[in-house]
């Protein structure tokens, strides 16, 4: 089984940055897709960003217009969403998500199996 456990969430002023990390446990695929995921109250969850554990290939939801990077440290066995220019509409519960598969396999936010609890932010 795999765990993963985000960190790094918290209160800003808009405008500002956070970090976000996702720190992977157990057993993983050598090839899979590792995404970050939001859910504000009330709205659907959506798609932030993904990337493959070769770091070929990333893809963004089109609301983040460049403000965000994904990007993994393999030895450390952890995922980040570097976030800037935060704005209000991006307070939500952001999740880190896991699943197999190939490069392709990142283009589609469907089918990730393995979430974690999430880290709340907060943006004012």
């Known amino acids: 089984d795999v765990q993963l456990v985000e960190s790094g969430g918290g209160s800003v002023q808009a405008g500002g940055s956070l970090r976000l990390s996702c720190s992977v446990h157990g057993y993983t695929h050598s090839s899979a897709c590792m995404a970050w995921f939001r859910q504000a109250p009330g709205k659907e969850r959506e798609g932030v960003a993904s990337i493959h554990t070769s770091a070929s290939r990333t893809r963004y939801g089109d609301f983040v217009k460049g403000r965000f990077t994904i990007s993994e440290d393999t030895s450390n066995r952890t995922l980040y969403l570097q976030m800037d220019n935060l704005i209000p509409e991006d307070t939500a519960m952001y999740y880190c998500?896991?699943?197999?598969?190939?490069?392709?396999?990142?283009?589609?936010?469907?089918?990730?199996?393995?979430w974690g609890q999430g880290t709340q932010v907060t943006v004012s």
């Open positions: 998500a896991t699943k197999s598969g190939r490069p392709g396999a990142c283009d589609s936010w469907n089918e990730y199996a393995d």
